[in-house]
């Protein structure tokens, strides 16, 4: 029933910043933390970040300090707020709903409980 669509994603330079997004439809998402994950080919999603339904916050060492993941009151939208991006950044994000777990959040396993979406492609040039 839940359908996630992902948005925002372009080519930008490196030390740019981006802000994409994640929606959720079809029923409430709310009682789940979100999760944004990304893809190169040829390699496993890896987690990014995670927002729990009380709105704390986890991150990949990769992207703390630069990377912020938000949640409207709603509990159904994520943002994922990015600076200072760099080539290594570049990836289809994809964002799910799952529920929160210390694996989870220290990329052990993939959370995604629902259907994924077409994801977005961040492309992040020298």
């Known amino acids: 029933q839940v359908r996630l669509v992902e948005s925002g994603g372009r080519l930008v330079q490196a030390g740019e910043s981006l802000r994409i997004s994640c929606v959720a439809s079809?029923?409430?998402?709310?009682?789940?933390?979100i999760y944004w994950l990304r893809q190169v080919p040829g390699k496993e999603r890896e987690f990014v970040a995670a927002?729990?339904?009380?709105?704390?916050?986890y991150y990949t060492d990769a992207v703390k300090g630069r990377f912020i993941i938000s949640r409207d009151s709603a509990g159904n939208t994520a943002d994922l707020a990015m600076t200072n991006l760099k080539p290594e950044d570049t990836a289809v994000y994809y964002c799910n709903a799952d529920l929160l777990t210390p694996s989870f959040t220290s990329g052990v396993g993939t959370p995604g409980r629902f259907p994924w979406g077409q994801g977005t492609l961040v492309a992040v040039s020298t």
């Open positions: 079809g029923r409430t998402i709310s009682m789940y933390a």
């Open positions: 927002i729990s339904p009380k709105n704390y916050t």
